[in-house]
T-cell receptor, first 116, second 116 residues
Framework: GAGVSQSPSNKVTEKGKDVELRCDPISGHTALYWYRQSLGQGLEFLIYFQGNSAPDKSGLPSDRFSAERTGGSVSTLTIQRTQQEDSAVYLC??????????????FGPGTRLTVL | AQTVTQSQPEMSVQEAETVTLSCTYDTSESNYYLFWYKQPPSRQMILVIRQEAYKQQNATENRFSVNFQKAAKSFSLKISDSQLGDTAMYFCAFWNYGGSQGNLIFGKGTKLSVKP
């Protein structure tokens, strides 16, 4: 079956432009996560969607970052007025449910964002 | 707040030998999982092994095993009979399944090189 997919694979943009990153989770997975991986760093949590509940936005680094999930499936992460420090790999993951035990997260291949 | 520390930024091992990657964590929670993820150059995060905190027996998956020392909050990964395909970044991760957040907390990773 299909795994988590992300597009684009790579994105180069100029400072100050807005970008949209897309994530298609595994069909039927109710939980969806966005993480950011900066060079030489581990993964940093950004935002978490679980079913129809209000998303957990506690990891978003600034109000330039936002995300939405339409119809409980596809998610879009938007970064407005991009800055050079936004350059990173943005990873999306989904899981069958957000809580409970034995709840493995399946990761997509990520989008590498470069802000010039 | 939970933290995960990987003190070895880089390691190398000869093919067919054994290597151990270190991870320590800090938490006051009782209900949690610990994971090791592998990230090859393709950027795809792959789950290697998981350990549930309440289980005393160390998890094993083929050539991969862990040494889970709960009191010491230590969770090391042992790779036996190392293969060239094991070359990757390895991330230790913590997940509190008893909390409201579903996100994983990651260490900064260890870059493992397997040499022929």
């Amino acid at each position: 079956g299909a795994g988590v997919s992300q597009s684009p694979s790579n994105k180069v943009t100029e400072k100050g432009k807005d970008v949209e990153l897309r994530c298609d989770p595994i069909s039927g997975h109710t939980a969806l996560y966005w993480y950011r991986q900066s060079l030489g760093q581990g993964l940093e949590f950004l935002i978490y969607f679980q079913g129809n509940s209000a998303p957990d936005k506690s990891g978003l680094p600034s109000d330039r970052f936002s995300a939405e999930r339409t119809g409980g499936s596809v998610s879009t992460l938007t970064i407005q007025r991009t800055q050079q420090e936004d350059s990173a790999v943005y990873l999306c993951a989904s899981s069958p449910r957000g809580g409970g035990r034995a709840n493995e997260q399946f990761f997509g291949p990520g989008t590498r964002l470069t802000v010039l | 707040a939970q933290t995960v520390t990987q003190s070895q930024p880089e390691m190398s091992v000869q093919e067919a030998e054994t290597v151990t990657l270190s991870c320590t964590y800090d938490t006051s929670e009782s209900n949690y999982y610990l994971f090791w993820y592998k990230q090859p150059p393709s950027r795809q995060m792959i789950l290697v092994i998981r350990q549930e905190a309440y289980k005393q027996q160390n998890a094993t998956e083929n050539r991969f095993s862990v040494n889970f020392q709960k009191a010491a909050k230590s969770f090391s990964l042992k790779i036996s009979d190392s293969q060239l395909g094991d070359t990757a970044m390895y991330f230790c991760a913590f997940w509190n399944y008893g909390g409201s957040q579903g996100n994983l907390i990651f260490g900064k990773g260890t870059k493992l090189s397997v040499k022929p």
